[in-house]
RNA sequence: GGCGCUAUCGUCUAGGGGUCAGGACGGAUGGUUCUCAGCCAUCAAACCGGGGUUCGAAUCCCCGUAGCGCUACCA
């Protein structure tokens, strides 16, 4: 007895064998409401590389219509975190193009020429509950097992009811009234499924005061700005067939639907703003020192993977690899662990020109002043440092003693290997560092073997007894290009100094 | 409570009626070495449970269970 399924696409499950004659179209569409969250960048990622993969658009859009949390300051940092990782759109934010404007704020008059539509047609009505009624609804639809929370009841008021409400003060909504039909969800990555219309309720599709709300405004923009493919996070899912329906008696055409799986906490929880803070904000990886192409990378391998072998992907290859019928279907963790590991890889292949220019902000920014120092030495030191860094910002710990002498010795280290001999071995040391020459890598390095070995000393107790002097710490890059780094004078001094405090 | 989605090592995943269930991160052990990092080698580690179907099920079907998501005049 049940009515046909309405809204069923015309285009076959992974609608990527019949596009020739159109162009695939694929959105963004974040609501400025903070920065950029870290799931909201993987949207993006996913909706670039099938744009790009495809030679179709990408597309911006900003959905603002929750006017008291949006801001215009959100709206630029989520610019430039997408242009930071690279994903560069077509069309849309502060870009404009054919169907100008993006920005949902600004489109008021579009929705309301719907809206009129679907009060003429019959599609939508006004319902004048207030929000205190409205819980009233939702506590008792819940007590009684309802799966509606709202029962349509604003279906059938009468001229006389509408008045007197108007008259109290009562400044309506518009709902649209749900069809009685199931609607066809077809998704590229779920696959397809019916969902019975008397789980649906009557959605405010806009707001007393007069500003649409999101499942009215996301649908007509998409169609609108021939949207040909929705890409976005699972949590939307129970609204797409509310948005269906809204298009359905629209008249309008659908596009096809792929809902990824959520990026989720090491509980297993939806990565969120509310719980999670700032540890969700592409900004902050930025300025811990990620790489765009580790960033990229990191975020594509969850809850995508090409094959069993490959890990690591240039942007290049993630546009030529991927594939939407390639995503999975359940929510995967985000693991920190392993984009430090695809942050070391992407460090390491930066030459050490680039490598330098990488860096210098985050010495800039710890007030190491960079700018005083040659060029030719800053480059020494990175090379020096090598392979050392996960993030960026690792290269002030592991510097900071090549542009001033260490102000303190860390005590594990100091306990471990300034044993009673180090006031002896430091002196020597520095006897034997003072009359090298030249003062370079193989002399000095020969200088030192020879002490060691004529005083029957070991290696390791030699060299960490005088690298504490040094820098500090009992880590770093080789003694041998420390020494040089810094040159004898600086090395003499800072070893009169430590004999000075091992006393 | 309702509705929906999902389910392979700790994590990201490959595979998929017959495999020693593969790889990677992380972990452990050993090697290289002036330390750390790196690199190399080795190891531990998984098909949610129960029923079917089948010669054979992790794979197909059903039922559970668990987790998650949504449940706003947010998006």
Redesign the pocket.
Known sequence: MNPPPVGEPSRSRLGETSRARHQIRVRM???P?GFLHIGSARTALFNWLFARHHNGAFILRI????A???TDASMREIYESLQWLGLEWDEGGEKGGPHAPYV?SERRDIYEWHVQRLLASGNAYH?????EE??AI?AQ??????????DGRCRHLTQADKERFAAEG????VRIKMPDAPIRVADI???T?D??PD?L?D??I????G?????L??IIDDVEMQITHVIR???????TPKQIAIANALGLNVPQFA?I??V?D?????L?KR?HGTLVAVSRYREEGYLPAAMLNFVA???????????IFSVEELIEKFELA??????????I??????N??YI?KLDVAARTDAVIPFWEKEGIDVVAEPRERLESIVTAV?????KLQDIVPQTRYFFAAPTEYEPKAVKKWWKKDARDILTALGAVLEAVEPFELETV?SAM?QYTEERNI???A???T??IALTG?????????ILVLLGRDEVLARIQRAIQFVK
């Open positions: 569409a974040p609501s409401t959905d603002d219509t929750d008291a949390r949006s949902q319902c004048y509950c207030t929000p409205l819980d939702r639809s819940r007590a009684e097992k309802q799966n509606r929370a709202y009562r400044k309506p909504t990555v779920l696959g499924r969902i019975s789980t309720e959605e405010v806009v707001r007393s005061n500003m649409p709300s999101y499942n405004t996301s996070g699972t949590e939307h899912l129970n609204n809902h799986p959520l989720l090491n509980t297993g929880r939806k969120s719980h391998r969850l809850g995508w993977a090409f094959d069993d072998k490959q890990e390639r995503v999975g279907k359940s929510g995967s963790v985000f693991d662990k392993k984009l430090d590991w695809l070391t890889h390491g090598g392979e050392r860094l996960t390095e073997w070991k290696r390791v030699a060299m960490q005088l690298r710490t009992s880590f770093g890059p080789s003694l041998f290009d």
